[in-house]
Structure formats: structure tokens, C-alpha cells
């Protein structure tokens, strides 16, 4: 320990332990619990005792809660666990109401659950729980005693502490722990309702993530007894975790699939889907939810819809598992279990038709142009019509599914309601930018084969209907309407633009015109966004004249003119911040009207930049200066030093565009990212000159004085005078006299380093209470 931390301690310890002592603040306490944690997990938990026996007499006092807050309980039951002082905290864990004591208390009887039984002699203990030191059996007895409990938060704290070890803890003994307490886990299945379901599923999936215990065939039907017991909702999140794991049983994946299939297929059955379209659940794993078990309420019925729609959005991009296409129902009704695959894979066969049947069934649903003939789906309406939630969680899941193939009558379908949506004035911002980016999904995965350049031909004809549609969301009066439009575009472009249908569509539409006005957009939001559209559109060649005669007999600027206007006019930072990323990508891909006057066009995005207020800009005009020093020198990366000729000509073009300037005023900016995209910068530039490079001799060097007597006014914070011109000769004399590396080092480190250190905690805590005198707190 720090002697000066060693000094402060006692002094520390006597305010923390006096009730009648304002206490420090949060912040302060749960740092200072961080550095004791790290203190003892380093071995020093003995030496702190000998060196601090007061800490022992402070750890017992702050247990009583009417001393002090929870916070400092909490403080106090973690670094008890340090000294194995279980005992008290057990009344914490039997409900104490404050998480953080009972995080903490769980978290110490793991910690010496841990310290009992691993070590040296970790490869002796007994599997019997009965044969463990006195103090692990008697927290195994308070667990069962927990877990036998009828009352719920004490089977909850019982099933968190479990979780807790089995999730960080990975010694032998935690296959004597599971084999003592699984059967009790087990019969928490046999209650009704099922006490604390969230806390027996986080247990089951951690138990099963465990190498140690995977291999148990009792946790593998608790599994399967837990999904068949808990409701759809509650089991939701236990069937997602098991198909995510690497090693399951085949007969459980099945089950699990079908936990997460059945509201989608509640919906199809609901809504009288056309015969012959092909099930979700063929066979057994369709009878867990008849048509008539509805969800009793609205949020109910949305909360299982939202949260399966989630589940197996995460499911659908995993690779397919390489086995026959067996029908789901008869693996489960063999109850063969098949080989594990190698990793977390979908299930498989993965029933896109179905799913995509499901998902447009519930968007019509929601936007009330479904017309169900029974009961359940008239209940449905009722309770999913205008749910801006479900609409979401939908569109998102939609697009996911834009990745496998469907049934060319489904994709019809699947870009009828994704236009429904776009069309209709009823949906929501949020909605119409969920319906923007599934559309789009659906648009690029739609396009012709490599080789062609076009959209398939249905896709050509929705895209005719899209553009007119955008047309009118970006007049509309919602700025996010009009940003998500944006951004749409902005996309599309990017992917399609060098295909001749969509340009033909947009060249005809007068979506590239609205586009352009919308740079002098009242909301900042959607300047950014139009910037980054006619960036694009731009890259292109597709921002034709306009075709308004008002406006065609005034001379119209160039996008790189308006783009720079916009740099040097915009009073906020969104739209200047979008301009530098166009014109760093202008720069890298060879934008056409920067390649006729490259180093004219960096001089005057470098001189804007300079001297912009927001440190997002001037950090994009240093990435474009790095991508016109490599267009120069090569690319970043352990390569060759330029050769003397390429680097006087490039050192000769830095100066001329004043890069040097910028880069040295940045070095010494007052925002740690300008300073560090310099020194990277400046470092990068260094390497290419190798020493041999345009080398002096001894005494016939460069003079450099004017400049680094700028440079050190700079530093001092005196950015006033420019450094004129420069030569080449004497850039690399400075650059190759600046330690560079050590100034690297130094911006690496946090602004706070010092200010953080256990050492100013200590002065923090003892300065609130006067302990300290005046100057010796830290102001920070």
C-alpha cells in the first residue's frame, strides 16, 4: 500500500465508523470500494489487518444500517468478505431492502465460498458438500434453507447468489455445489406459480454456460421441465439462451424454437391464413398455445409479441445448422438428442415462409387493414391496432428476414405493407424510420445477380412507387420524417447508384432537387443529413440542374461550392462535421472536381477547419489531412520510408496547402482528440522521412529557431502568431528534435489520472469533513 494511502487510512476508517460525521458522497465511496477490492484481490487483505486493525472494529460497526447509508453497508459487506465474515451478513440477504446490500451480500458469500475451497488444495475437496469447511457448509445450509423457503425474495437472493457463482466461479467445487442444490432448484417447478421465474432462468442458462456443468444430464431436463412450466413470456429468454449455446441437446433446441414460435404462430392461425400456407409448429410443439389462450391483456399480448419478435431477430443471421431437413415436431417426438454443434447456430429448417406470413399478418394488424373472420383475431385488432411498440419490434424483425429467400407471392406482400406504411400519414416517425430501413434491406437484397446491373423487375416497379413517396416525406413538416428520408437516400445511392434502373427512376424524380434545398433545412438534424445525400448523390452524378425555371436562369453553385458554404456558414456543428466526412471520402475515392485541383481544394477545407469551434471538425479536417498525406507518401502501416525525391515534392505540397501549420496549432489543442489525431498525424510523416533523408551536416542544419520558439508560445497558449513560411528542410528538423512518442504517451493518459488515484479519494473523503487542513484536499 502507498505510504501516504498507509497514513491517510486511520484517519479515514475513525469519520466512516463515527455516525455523527457527514458522509462522503457516492461517488467517492464506491471508487475507494473499487481500490480496496483491488487491494485485497492482490494478497495484501493480511498485511491491511496487521497494519489497520481498526478497519476490523469499522467493518462490524457499519453493519448497522441505522448508522450509516446502504451504500457504505455495501462498501462494508464486500470488504468483510475479504475477512470471511459471512455470519453477518446473512440477515441482509433475507430482504434488505436496498440492492446494493443485497448485491453486495451475495457477492461476499461467493467471494468466500471461493476462498474455502479453491487454492492449492482445490484438487482435495470432497464433491460432498458435507465433507467442505465449516464456513462454505454454512452457507450451502442457509442456501437450501433459501431455496425450501416459501417466501419469494428469499428464494430470489438464494437464486442470484447461485447465478453469481456458477457465472464467474469455475473450480471443481462447483459441480459439489449444483449436484447439492439442483435437486431444490428443480422443485421450485413444482409450486404454483413458479417463485421467482426471471431469477430461475438466469440461473438455468448460467449453470449451462458453465464447462463444468454442461455435461449434467439432470440440468438439461430441468431445462426442459422450466420451458414447458413458465408462461411464453417468462420462458422467452431461457428458449433464446439455449439456442444460443454451443452445447445442447437436440430434443431441447426443438422445444426451445417452438417456445418462440408459438405467438407468431397464435397470430397466423388468429388471423385465418390462407390454406396450404405451410406452419410454423408442425406437430407437437404447436400444442403448447392453443388459439384460444390469448394473452389476457394489451400488455401482455404486446410484451410476448415484442419479446419473440426480438428473440428471433437475434436467431436468424447465425449460420444454418448443417443437418437434414427433418420436420421440427418428429426430433422431439423421437427425443434423439444430435450431435452439438460447434457453435451457436440457427435452427434449422428455419421457417422463413411462415415467419414472413407472421410478421406481415401482424403489421396489418397493427395499421387496422388486416380483416380476420374469428374471435382471437378480432381481439388482436383490438389490442395491437396503432401499437407504435409492436410496429417497431415488427419492421425490425421484417428486415432481418430480408436475408433469406421467400416465395415471390410473400415478397409481393412483404413490399405491399412496407409502402403501406410509408404511405400512410398514421404511422409515427419512429415507424416510418423502422419502414425506411427494411425497405431498403428488402431493395438491396432484391438486386439482379452479379453481373447485371439492375434491380429485379418487381423491385424496379416498387422503386418507382418508393421514390414518389420520398418526394413527399421530405416536404413533410416533421423534421424526422425528413432526416429519416434522408438517410434512406443517403443509403440507397450509396448501393445503387451506378445501377441504371435507379438512376433512371431518381434522375426523373425530383427527389436530387428537394435534396439540394434541404441544406438550408431550419433543423440541423436534417442539414447533416442532406450534406451526407448530396455527398453521395454527388459522388454519383446524380445532382442534375434544376429543372424549375426560376431557378435555372440563376447560375447554380457546384455541390463542392455549396458543401463549402455550409462549412464556413453553418452555425452548428452537425452539418460542418457531415461536410468534412464527404470531403474526406471526395478526397480518398477521387471525386471529380476535387482531382482537378487537389491541393487547392485541401488549402481551403484545411483553412476553414483550423479554425472551427468544434473539435469534431477540426479532428475530420486532420483525417483529411492524413488521407492527402497518403495519397502522397502511401498508406499508414509498417512500410518503406518514402524515397528522397516523392518526399521533397510531398513536403513541398504540405507546405504549400499549410498542413504543417494545422497539424502543430492542433498539437497543442486544448481538446486531447485534435492533440492525439496530430501526433499521430506528425508521427506518421516522421516515418516516411527517413534520417538519410535530405540529411544535413553537423552544423549546416536548418535554421529552426523561429519555429520553435512558435511552437513553444503555442504551447503556452499564446496561438496568435502563424508560423509564415516554412521550409521543408526545416519541417523535418523539428519534427525529427520533438519527442513525439513520449507526447503520445502523455494524451493516452486520462485527464484525471491523478485525480483518481486512492491517495486523492482519501484527501476527497477526509477534506469533507475538515479533517485535512486547507491545503492539503484536492480540488479536483
Not at 294 to 316: D, M, N, R, Y
Request: proline share 8%.
Amino acid at each position: 500500500m502507498d505510504p501516504e494511502c498507509a497514513r491517510l487510512l486511520p484517519a479515514l476508517c475513525d469519520v466512516l465508523a463515527d455516525p455523527r460525521q457527514p458522509v462522503a458522497d457516492d461517488t467517492c465511496l464506491e471508487k475507494l470500494l473499487d481500490w480496496f477490492k483491488a487491494v485485497t484481490e492482490a494478497g495484501s487483505s493480511l498485511l491491511l489487518l496487521q497494519d489497520h486493525p481498526c478497519l476490523v472494529e469499522l467493518l462490524f460497526h457499519v453493519l448497522k444500517p441505522q448508522d450509516l447509508s446502504s451504500r457504505i453497508l455495501s462498501f462494508a459487506l464486500r470488504l468483510a468478505g475479504i475477512f470471511a465474515a459471512q455470519e453477518n451478513c446473512f440477515q441482509y440477504l433475507q430482504g434488505d431492502p436496498s440492492l446494493f446490500v443485497a448485491s453486495a451480500a451475495g457477492q461476499l458469500l461467493v467471494r468466500v465460498l471461493d476462498l474455502a475451497l479453491c487454492g492449492p488444495a482445490e484438487g482435495h475437496i470432497s464433491l460432498q458438500a458435507w465433507d467442505w469447511p465449516a464456513c462454505a457448509r454454512k452457507i450451502v445450509c442457509h442456501l437450501e434453507d433459501c431455496l425450501r423457503s416459501e417466501a419469494t425474495p428469499r428464494v430470489t437472493q438464494a437464486l442470484h447468489v447461485l447465478t453469481t457463482a456458477f457465472g464467474h466461479c469455475h473450480g471443481l467445487w462447483t459441480q459439489g455445489l449444483w449436484v447439492q442444490l439442483s435437486p431444490l432448484v428443480a422443485r421450485l417447478l413444482e409450486k404454483d406459480p413458479v417463485p421467482a421465474p426471471h431469477a430461475l432462468v438466469d440461473l438455468l442458462l448460467s449453470v449451462a454456460r458453465s464447462s463444468m456443468l454442461s455435461s449434467d444430464p439432470g440440468l438439461w431436463e430441468t431445462a426442459a421441465q422450466t420451458l414447458s412450466r413458465l408462461s411464453p413470456t417468462q420462458a422467452g429468454p431461457l428458449a433464446a439462451g439455449i439456442l444460443k449455446l454451443q452445447d445442447c441437446p437436440q430434443a431441447l433446441r426443438i422445444q426451445a424454437f417452438g417456445v418462440l414460435l408459438q405467438p407468431l404462430a397464435f397470430v397466423l392461425e388468429a388471423t385465418a391464413q390462407a390454406p396450404g400456407m405451410p406452419g410454423l409448429l408442425e406437430g407437437a410443439a404447436g400444442d403448447l398455445m392453443a388459439v384460444d389462450t390469448l394473452p389476457p391483456s394489451k400488455s401482455a399480448c404486446v410484451g410476448l409479441l415484442c419479446s419473440a419478435l426480438a428473440h428471433l431477430e437475434l436467431l436468424q443471421p447465425l449460420v444454418g445448422v448443417a443437418r437434414p431437413a427433418s420436420a421440427l415436431a418428429a426430433g422431439l417426438a423421437a427425443g434423439t438428442d444430435a450431435p452439438a454443434p460447434p457453435q451457436p447456430q440457427r435452427p434449422s429448417p428455419w421457417p422463413q415462409a411462415p415467419l414472413l406470413a407472421a410478421v406481415v399478418a401482424i403489421l396489418r394488424l397493427c395499421n387496422g387493414s388486416a380483416a380476420p373472420n374469428s374471435e382471437a383475431g378480432g381481439r388482436l385488432c383490438a389490442m395491437l391496432g396503432g401499437c407504435v411498440r409492436v410496429q417497431r419490434a415488427a419492421l425490425d424483425f421484417l428486415g432481418v428476414l430480408s436475408q433469406g429467400l421467400g416465395p415471390q407471392e410473400l415478397v409481393t406482400q412483404v413490399f405491399a405493407i412496407l409502402l403501406e406504411y410509408l404511405v400512410s400519414p398514421d404511422s409515427s416517425p419512429t415507424v416510418l424510420k423502422k419502414a425506411f430501413q427494411a425497405t431498403l434491406r428488402w431493395l438491396l437484397s432484391s438486386a439482379a445477380p452479379p453481373g447485371c446491373c439492375d434491380l429485379e423487375p418487381y423491385a424496379q416497379l416498387v422503386l418507382g412507387e418508393l421514390l414518389s413517396v420520398l418526394r413527399k416525406r421530405l416536404c413533410s413538416p416533421c423534421w424526422e420524417v425528413r432526416d429519416s428520408g434522408l438517410e434512406f437516400l443517403t443509403q440507397m445511392t450509396r448501393h445503387q447508384g451506378g445501377q441504371a434502373g435507379f438512376r433512371q427512376a431518381l434522375l426523373a424524380s425530383e427527389v436530387p432537387e428537394l435534396t439540394r434545398q434541404l441544406l438550408q433545412d431550419p433543423e440541423s438534424y436534417v442539414r447533416a443529413s442532406a450534406v451526407a445525400a448530396v455527398g453521395q448523390l454527388s459522388s454519383w452524378g446524380l445532382l442534375a440542374a434544376p429543372s424549375s425555371p426560376e431557378h435555372a436562369a440563376t447560375p447554380q453553385k457546384t455541390p463542392l461550392e455549396e458543401l463549402l458554404l455550409v462549412l464556413t456558414t453553418d452555425s452548428e456543428g452537425f452539418p460542418r462535421r457531415a461536410v468534412m466526412r464527404v470531403f474526406t471520402e471526395w478526397l480518398r475515392d477521387g471525386y471529380a472536381d476535387v482531382a482537378e485541383d487537389p491541393e487547392r481544394f485541401v488549402a481551403r477545407v484545411l483553412q476553414a477547419a483550423s479554425g472551427d469551434l468544434d473539435w469534431e471538425v477540426r479532428v475530420q479536417g486532420l483525417e483529411l489531412a492524413l488521407a492527402f498525406l497518403e495519397q502522397l507518401l502511401g498508406p499508414c502501416g509498417p512500410s518503406a520510408a518514402a524515397p528522397p525525391g516523392t518526399l521533397a515534392q510531398a513536403l513541398q505540397a504540405l507546405c504549400r496547402v499549410q498542413l504543417f501549420e494545422f497539424a502543430f496549432r492542433s498539437l497543442f489543442d486544448c481538446d486531447r482528440p485534435v492533440a492525439q489525431k496530430s501526433c499521430d498525424l506528425l508521427l506518421f510523416l516522421r516515418a516516411k522521412a527517413t534520417p538519410s533523408s535530405n540529411s544535413q551536416e553537423a552544423g549546416d542544419g536548418p535554421d529552426v529557431t523561429s519555429v520553435e520558439a512558435a511552437l513553444r508560445r503555442w504551447q503556452a497558449g499564446e496561438q496568435g502568431q502563424p508560423l509564415g513560411e516554412l521550409a521543408p528542410e526545416a519541417v523535418l528538423a523539428v519534427l525529427r528534435s520533438m519527442d513525439l512518442e513520449a507526447l503520445q504517451d502523455t494524451l493516452a493518459e486520462s485527464s484525471d489520472h491523478v485525480e483518481r488515484s486512492p491517495q486523492s479519494l482519501l484527501q476527497d473523503m477526509l477534506a469533507t469533513v475538515g479533517v485535512l487542513g486547507d491545503n492539503e484536499a484536492d480540488c479536483y
